[in-house]
């Protein structure tokens, strides 16, 4: 009776730990045929056989050489054992999960989801699915690959999907939705990768104080991690705190894991430096950020310019005048617009210097001005009121009405116009003050003048009616 009692008690536990020792064989299994079929020896076909003919009802051996041959891009092998996984077992979730694997490799993002979707049906308890079917589907709808995930949030409260969310709306350039689903999640739940996206989101959304919450908080768990030391340098620069930010450059260039530097950072820095008022140290910067590989002249050009500006800031104008024709010279194509600020350099450049050498400047301006009306024919106007100003530069006490054609031009261009716009009044009571204050100055040579003055000053007052000048000027033109 007690050699039973003690048979039987074997055979209990026999049976129970048939289906741990089905799994750890399986695992064997798996984890030596996944090691074959990715290491391709000559034999590959002859063991690959050899396995399947052992496993042709076990689903899990199937699929998972199914998944090995995926992840050597071999997506013919991949399906065949796709299939006979569906023949040992039909509704097993993951031959569907395996099959929109390859789908989705393959671009078909439609199949994808269809077949993520059969595997939510045949397990809606298990994440994955869900996960991978909101991965292919944003890219025709974030919200419904979203509503996909809230699907999952009522069969698993547990799953932070929350974070998949945000992760979803990332991906999607949907950053204010992506901010708005990681702020729901528990932050101390989100790993490394799901933080960085969190903060990049609030930073792209130029919530600059909150990216450099989320930043801190990181670096709080991993003080040495790149992102995050530069997600705060970025955000204290845009804060305009640069002494913060110059601390945080720091400890992404010299005291961050595997950080990889970028003519960004570099142009970041300079951005840094410049505010700081360390023109020197900001123009080392730019120049580094050119030496590295940039993707396009559009942003090559756009750190040209930067650099210019700093010059600039730094009143350094001669040079200022040569990074700016270089970064017009990058752009290729350049707007009116771009144009016409080397112009505005040279002006403020001329109003450092004196005697000839500020005439030569401007006269500089002006030939931006002049290959403009060649270039961009539909601004004739506003280089022929720009061109008036530079000469009224060169001859400020009006002695030569250097500038009189300019502005007769402009009014002539102007006044016959049924409506005018601001700027439109604005620059004729610029060319009426400058036509009136030239004809006052004629009135002595010529008593006609006085009327032709008269006329300028009564024009602006129709304009704006209290413009003092006008008023002073009509009070002297009545006492001459």
């Known amino acids: ?163 998949m969310i945000g992760h979803i709306y990332y991906i999607s350039n949907e950053f204010p939705k992506a901010a708005e689903a990681y702020a729901k999640a528990d932050r101390n739940a989100l790993d490394e990768h799901q933080l960085t996206e969190y903060a990049m989101a609030l930073y792209f959304g130029q919530k600059y104080s909150e990216s ?88 090559r050009a756009g750190v040209i310019k930067q650099l210019s500006d700093c010059y600039l800031e730094n009143e350094d104008y001669s040079n200022a005048v040569v990074a700016y024709n270089d970064y017009l010279k990058t752009l290729g194509n350049p707007s009116a617009t771009d144009v016409a600020a080397l112009a505005q350099i040279y002006v403020q450049y001329a109003d450092t210097l004196k005697g000839t050498s500020r005439d030569s400047v401007f006269r500089l301006a002006e030939q931006v001005y002049v290959d403009m009306e060649q270039k961009f024919p539909d601004a004739l106007e506003y280089v022929t009121f720009m061109r008036a100003r530079v000469n009224s530069y060169i001859d400020p006490e009006t002695k030569d009405g250097l500038a009189k054609p300019y502005y007769d031009k402009v009014v002539s261009m102007i006044e016959a116009r049924p409506e005018k716009t601001e700027t439109d009044n604005a620059r004729l009571v610029e060319s009426y003050r400058y036509l009136g204050y030239y004809y006052l100055l004629q009135m002595e040579k010529d008593p006609a003048a006085k009327e032709t003055s008269t006329s300028y000053w009564n024009k602006i007052l129709a304009i704006d009616p209290d413009n003092e000048i006008a008023k002073q000027a009509l009070t002297l033109t009545t006492k001459k």
Not at 121 to 146: G, H, L, M, Q, W
Not at 230 to 243: I, Q, V
Not at 245 to 264: P, Q, V, W
Request: charged share 25%.
């Open 212 to 299: 450099l919450e989320v930043a801190k908080f990181g670096l709080g768990k991993m003080p040495r991690d790149a992102a995050f030391n530069r997600l705060a340098f970025f955000s204290y620069t845009e804060l305009k705190d640069y002494t913060n930010a110059l601390a945080y450059a720091d400890a992404l260039f010299n005291k961050s894991d595997s950080a990889k530097i970028s003519y960004y950072d570099y142009t970041y820095y300079g951005n840094a430096y410049n505010g700081n008022k360390e023109f020197d140290k900001a123009i080392e910067m730019y120049k580094k950020a050119l030496e590295l590989e940039i993707d396009g002249n559009e942003k």
């Open 1 to 163: 009776m007690k050699r039973l009692k003690y048979l039987f008690i074997g055979t209990f536990m026999l049976a129970l730990s048939v289906p741990a020792m089905a799994q750890d064989e399986n695992k064997a299994t798996i984890d030596a045929i996944t090691s074959v079929i990715k290491s391709k020896p000559a034999d590959l076909e002859d063991q690959v056989k050899a396995v399947y003919k052992k496993n042709k009802k076990n689903e899990d051996v199937l699929v998972a050489m199914g998944r090995a041959f995926l992840e050597n891009k071999d997506t013919v092998n991949a399906t065949l054992y796709a299939e006979y996984a569906m023949k040992a077992n039909k509704k097993y979730a993951p031959v569907f999960v395996l099959l929109g694997d390859i789908a989705a490799l393959n671009n078909d993002g439609g199949g994808a989801a269809g077949y993520y979707t059969q595997a939510i049906y045949f397990d809606p308890k298990n994440p994955e699915p869900y996960y991978k079917y909101a991965s292919v589907y944003r890219k025709i709808s974030p919200t419904e690959a979203v509503g996909r995930l809230e699907e999952l949030r009522t069969q698993r409260p547990d799953v932070a999907v929350d974070a």
